[in-house]
Every structure is written in structure tokens, then in C-alpha cells.
């Protein structure tokens, strides 16, 4: 595909071609609400996450990363438009995007992260960080994608982080202080 026919959702050059190195090379490469980002091989991307669900692919063989930030669980009809917003759009985009056919999802590393419950006191229906994570696991096993690290639930938000370079991942919690604690 090539890149100007892509969502502006989307990282707009696929990193496995020449490209230049810019001045913020070393910055992580944010990921926002509904937005997928494919990392070059020196690049880094990042997600903050509450009750979104990150899912990030890490495919060493062939050098690409690819992070979603997905924002609801299911679309109700499938139009095949490549994007994140919906985690049942985000799978098939990503896998598309770095160019894995079918006998390559073996291959891929797979990190979940994010569905947090932000609202507590809320109907079951309302709980989309739950809903989101169920999604996750249920399309990526659709799509025989294995989950080699999974960190989602829980009331406080995350990053996930891809070191693209590495091909390492780390996901921390957010911790916010206590109202009335002072802190030095």
C-alpha cells in the first residue's frame, strides 16, 4: 500500500525502507486514542493507557514493531478501513500493515496491556477496559496470534512502551499519590 493512502491515523512511512533519522529519533513516538503506529527499527513507541487496551506486535525476524491504542471493543459492521479505534479493526490492520501473511503469526510477539476499570461504581456494561481486554484476547486468538505478555484490569492506567531497536517492551502502572499526602 502505499503510504500517502493511508489514515492519518496511521504512521505514514512503513520503517523497513531508507529513511532519514530526525532530530527526535530518540523520543518515543506517541500513540494516542485510536491510533496505530508502525516503529522503525530505531524507533520507540509509547501508549498511555486507562481502560484502552494497547496491543503491541513485535516481529524480530522481519525488524517491525506496531502498537495500537484501542479505544472501544468491537465495531458493528466491518468495512475493512485499516485504524485502531476499535480493537476488532486494530488486529487485522496491524498484521496487514507489517506485511505478515497467515504463516507468519508464529512469529509475532504480542503484548497486551491496558483495560483498566477508570470508573468505579458503574453498571458491567460500562466497564470497557474489561470488555476491551476480553476483545483483545478473543481477535488475536482469532487470528492464532499468542499473547507472550498480558497486563490489563486493575483501577490505575499504564504505559506500554516498544523499544523497537531492542525489541524489548515494558509496561508500568501509573500510580497516582493519595489526596492529603504531601510528598517532598
Known amino acids: 500500500m502505499h503510504p500517502t493512502l493511508l489514515s492519518p491515523f496511521i504512521q505514514a512511512a512503513l520503517p523497513w525502507g531508507d529513511s532519514d533519522q530526525d532530530e527526535f529519533a530518540n523520543a518515543p513516538l506517541q500513540v494516542a486514542m ?8 530505531s524507533g520507540q513507541l509509547q501508549a498511555l493507557l486507562g481502560s484502552c487496551v494497547g496491543i503491541g506486535f513485535i516481529w524480530k525476524k522481519q525488524r517491525r514493531c506496531a502498537l495500537a491504542h484501542c479505544l472501544l471493543p468491537e465495531c458493528g459492521q466491518s468495512n475493512g478501513e485499516l485504524g485502531a479505534r476499535y480493537v476488532s479493526q486494530a488486529v487485522p490492520s496491524m498484521l496487514q500493515l507489517i506485511g505478515a501473511s497467515e504463516a507468519d503469526h508464529g512469529e509475532i510477539e504480542v503484548v ?12 458491567s ?10 476483545a483483545a484476547r478473543k481477535y488475536l486468538r482469532q487470528y492464532g496470534l499468542n499473547i507472550s ?6 483501577k ?3 504505559t506500554l512502551s516498544i523499544d523497537c ?19 517532598a
Open 149 to 154: 505478555y498480558c497486563r490489563v484490569g486493575g
Open 165 to 183: 531497536a531492542s525489541y524489548e517492551y515494558t509496561v508500568q502502572e501509573l500510580v497516582t499519590p493519595s489526596p492529603g499526602v504531601a510528598h
Open 156 to 158: 490505575s492506567g499504564r
Open 125 to 134: 456494561r460500562l466497564q470497557i477496559g474489561q470488555q476491551n481486554a476480553e
Open 112 to 123: 497486551l496491556a491496558g483495560g483498566a476499570t477508570m470508573l468505579s461504581g458503574c453498571s
Open 34 to 41: 485510536g491510533q496505530l503506529k508502525i516503529g522503525n527499527h
